[in-house]
Structures are given as C-alpha cells and as structure tokens.
C-alpha cells in the first residue's frame, strides 16, 4: 500500500528525543527546547515570537482565546477547511462565519468577504489549504478597513510564502500544525507566532493555567496547552532538513503534474504566481460524471491510499445547531467537498511510485468513465 502520507522521520529525531529525555525535558516547563525551538521556528516564519503547543487546534483556540472577544461575536472563516478552524472560534463561545472559496486555489475569496461583515464581526481566519498561500494581502487590507483580527491557520502551510512574505507573517497571530502528516511533525503539536509583545505574553500566560504570583491564585481563565520537551527537541531535528523536504514535496507534486496534465476528467492544483506554493498534498478535482468514493475504493483495492477533501463548514451539523448561527451556502466549497480527493504525497515519495499512482489514476477514470 502507498500510504497517503508518511512523514520523513530517522535516527536524527530519535536521537534529539533520546537526549531530551536523559536531560529531563519531559513536560513543557524544563530545559532548553522549547524556547529554543520556538526561536527557530518564528525566525523561519519571520515573526518575534512563537509560543509551543500541543496541537494545531490548541494553537488555533490559544490564539483566538488571547484576542478576548466577547461570547457572541463572531469570526469569519475559511468554508473549506478541517472542522478544527471552526472549532477554535466556537469553543471560545464566538460564531464561525463561513467564507467560500475560489475556484482556482480553494482558499477563501476575498471578493466575498465584506458581504458577511456585521457589527458582531471581530476577526477572519483564512486557511492556507494545501500549502496554497490565501490572498493575504487583500484579506489584510479588508481587515484593516474593518479593525478586525487576522488570525492565519498555517496547518498546512510550513514554508509557503505570499508575495514573498511567509505564511502565518501576514496576520496578528499565525497558527501551526506538527501533527505526524504535517510538512514538519513532532508527532502531535503546535505552534502560534505573532510580531506583537502583548499578545505574546498572552499567549504564554494563558497556555500555562494563567499562572502569575502568588502562584495558585489564578485572575485568568487559562489552558494546559503546554507542548513536551522532547517533542520540541524532535521539531529542532526537523528544522535541520526543513528546506530538504519543502524540495522533495514541490519535486512531488512537479511529478504529479507532469504524468496527470493531459488527463481529462480532473482539475489539478492551481500554480501560485504571486507566492510559493508547498503542497502539503496534492490535490485533484473530479468532473462531475466521476464517481469519487467508486474511484478511491478501486485506489484502495489498487494499492493507493487517498483522502477526500474537506466536508464544507457550511454543511456541518454541529455548527447550525451553535445560538445565532448563520451559515449560507457556499457552493464552491460544497462542490470540493463532495468531488475533491488527494493523492499520496509524502516527501519520501519516488518518481516511480508517483507515476504508478498517476497511471492507476487514470485507469480509475476510464474504469468510472466507462462502467
């Protein structure tokens, strides 16, 4: 089986972890790889500061909890996304207000944005999906129009650049993901970044139970949110062949679209002109007349893991039934859901392998096309 994803991971990581353990970096409160790897990381993204989490959702949820809004106020953001976007803003008690997307890049549309302003509007979070960088600078520019909070979802987005400025850069806060399929992993884990001081020692503040002094007195509702050490001595090590694998997946993904690009059926991934485009996966777009989940089981029967893309935050069940929500429909966002899928897209990956998941690709077409 070619495995949808599997994370490039060797004796360099288990080493780091192996040290971080003798050193006795097991929670987030000891030793050196923490900050150490939370410099490192925000340098890479070009921000001040970077605050190590657990999770991708946690850093997501730290971050729109450090804005204090009030209950009731909402945020718009990307339709196309993981239900985890959508989860940070709810769980603060705030509204998501799903964005649909655009055609080309399936990340949210600008153009749509100022329609869905209200007086309870208060921030936008717009996914990178895929690696594909967002219009950061007109999102930006609409924000800043309207005085609210950008808050980037970097999850997939290690690496990728809008014109010529990082991903998770654009916004007041930057979010990222190390789960075990993300461009640089530590298993489980996340990181927010931000340029700004305040909101900085928010983040730290509130990530560790609000702890002040005297030390169990508590003024602030606070999260255990602490990444370990050894997860961090893990992200160092991945840090050091960072550059290494945003190579190997654009060589992937360069494959990818050399054996698929006369195929018919199927809507590759856009380019990105204005910026640098990582592809976390590759991602395709079925015609209509394809049946998806018919194709992806005969993949499967086939050797070939895939994934489908993202159910649309306007068609989830858990966010209609939120108090004063107002999901529209999105159907752009409605169709990648129903017709989008990704293929394998490991770094580790081999041309060979690309163009046998490429040739069994379109035999899965033909195989549909013609019953």
């Given at each position: 089986m070619i495995s949808v994803y599997e994370p490039w991971v060797g004796e360099e990581?288990?080493?780091?972890?192996?040290q971080a353990i003798l050193n006795g970096e097991i929670s987030g409160t000891f030793g050196k790889s923490i900050p150490t790897f939370e410099q490192q990381f925000a340098k890479l993204v070009g921000c001040r500061h970077g605050v190590a989490v657990t999770s991708g959702t946690t850093a997501l949820h730290l971050a729109v909890a450090a804005c204090h809004l009030t209950p009731g106020d909402e945020i718009l953001i990307s339709a196309s996304t993981n239900i985890a976007t959508a989860l940070a803003v709810a769980h603060n008690n705030l509204i998501p207000i799903p964005v649909d997307s655009e055609a080309d890049s399936w990340n949210l549309d600008p153009d749509l944005i100022e329609n869905l302003i209200t007086p309870r509007t208060r921030a936008i979070i717009p996914v990178h999906l895929f690696g594909h960088p967002a219009r950061m600078d007109r999102i930006s520019a609409i924000a800043a129009k309207h005085n609210l909070r950008v808050i980037e979802d970097c999850a997939e987005s290690h690496g990728a650049?809008?014109?010529?400025?990082?991903?998770g850069a654009w916004g007041d806060l930057g979010c990222f993901s190390f789960y075990g399929n993300k461009i640089l992993t530590t298993g489980e884990g996340g990181m927010v970044v931000t340029n700004d001081d305040r909101l900085a020692d928010e983040l730290r503040l509130l990530r560790n139970l609000a702890f002040k002094q005297p030390r169990f007195q508590h003024d602030k509702l606070g999260f255990n949110f602490r990444m370990t050490g050894y997860q961090a001595a893990m992200g160092l090590a991945q840090?050091?062949?960072?550059?290494e694998v945003l190579v190997r997946k654009r060589r992937v993904a360069d494959w990818y679209t050399k054996f698929l690009r006369e195929i018919s059926g199927v809507t590759l991934p856009a380019s990105c002109m204005e910026g640098r485009h990582v592809y976390w996966v590759y991602g395709i777009l079925l015609d209509a007349g394809l049946d998806r989940d018919v194709m992806m089981t005969w993949l499967k029967e086939n050797g070939v893991e895939t994934r489908t893309f993202f159910y649309s935050m306007s068609l989830q069940p858990c966010l209609r039934e939120l108090p004063n929500s107002r999901l529209k429909p999105c159907p752009v966002a409605e169709v990648l859901g129903r017709r989008g899928f990704y293929l394998p897209s490991g770094p580790k990956l081999t041309e060979a392998e690309v163009e046998h998941v490429s040739d069994l690709l379109r035999a899965a077409i033909q195989k549909c096309a013609n019953p």
């Amino acid at each position: 089986m070619i495995s949808v994803y599997e994370p490039w991971v060797g004796e360099e990581e288990a080493e780091a972890v192996k040290q971080a353990i003798l050193n006795g970096e097991i929670s987030g409160t000891f030793g050196k790889s923490i900050p150490t790897f939370e410099q490192q990381f925000a340098k890479l993204v070009g921000c001040r500061h970077g605050v190590a989490v657990t999770s991708g959702t946690t850093a997501l949820h730290l971050a729109v909890a450090a804005c204090h809004l009030t209950p009731g106020d909402e945020i718009l953001i990307s339709a196309s996304t993981n239900i985890a976007t959508a989860l940070a803003v709810a769980h603060n008690n705030l509204i998501p207000i799903p964005v649909d997307s655009e055609a080309d890049s399936w990340n949210l549309d600008p153009d749509l944005i100022e329609n869905l302003i209200t007086p309870r509007t208060r921030a936008i979070i717009p996914v990178h999906l895929f690696g594909h960088p967002a219009r950061m600078d007109r999102i930006s520019a609409i924000a800043a129009k309207h005085n609210l909070r950008v808050i980037e979802d970097c999850a997939e987005s290690h690496g990728a650049t809008w014109q010529g400025k990082p991903t998770g850069a654009w916004g007041d806060l930057g979010c990222f993901s190390f789960y075990g399929n993300k461009i640089l992993t530590t298993g489980e884990g996340g990181m927010v970044v931000t340029n700004d001081d305040r909101l900085a020692d928010e983040l730290r503040l509130l990530r560790n139970l609000a702890f002040k002094q005297p030390r169990f007195q508590h003024d602030k509702l606070g999260f255990n949110f602490r990444m370990t050490g050894y997860q961090a001595a893990m992200g160092l090590a991945q840090l050091s062949r960072f550059e290494e694998v945003l190579v190997r997946k654009r060589r992937v993904a360069d494959w990818y679209t050399k054996f698929l690009r006369e195929i018919s059926g199927v809507t590759l991934p856009a380019s990105c002109m204005e910026g640098r485009h990582v592809y976390w996966v590759y991602g395709i777009l079925l015609d209509a007349g394809l049946d998806r989940d018919v194709m992806m089981t005969w993949l499967k029967e086939n050797g070939v893991e895939t994934r489908t893309f993202f159910y649309s935050m306007s068609l989830q069940p858990c966010l209609r039934e939120l108090p004063n929500s107002r999901l529209k429909p999105c159907p752009v966002a409605e169709v990648l859901g129903r017709r989008g899928f990704y293929l394998p897209s490991g770094p580790k990956l081999t041309e060979a392998e690309v163009e046998h998941v490429s040739d069994l690709l379109r035999a899965a077409i033909q195989k549909c096309a013609n019953p």
